[in-house]
């Protein structure tokens, strides 16, 4: 049972020598995603990668007996000096990462169901 201080992802504030610690808006930012391993990470910083948007995405795990990812987003700074805040390329990767499973749990589903019917013939 987890406890009500229990948080899955932490957004860790970028430290911008001002004495303001900055999350939103942060065109760089660190996340710690707790319980998940390689197979996340490497998913997510798969489709991440796949912005246009994105300068920088990597993820390391500490340690193998902790089941933590450190993840690291950067994105890109245009021409005009703005810049994709990091918290929005993350959240856009995970809508693209569970789109992209939905479609690959449909196809599976599809190919067993056509090769049970098959067996059936």
Known sequence: ??????????VCPVDDNTNAKLTVGAPNLSFII???DH??????????????????CGYTIPHPSE??????IQSKINNDSTSTPAIDIFRQGLVDLKQMCSIVLEKYE???KTFKDMETN
């Open 39 to 56: 197979t996340l990470g490497n998913s997510l910083r798969y489709v991440i990668m796949k912005n246009p948007d994105v300068d920088f």
């Open 34 to 36: 707790r319980d998940e």
């Open 110 to 112: 599809e190919t067993t």
């Open 67 to 72: 089941s933590k990812i450190n993840f690291r």
């Open 1 to 10: 049972m987890q406890s009500n201080d229990y948080v899955k992802l932490q």
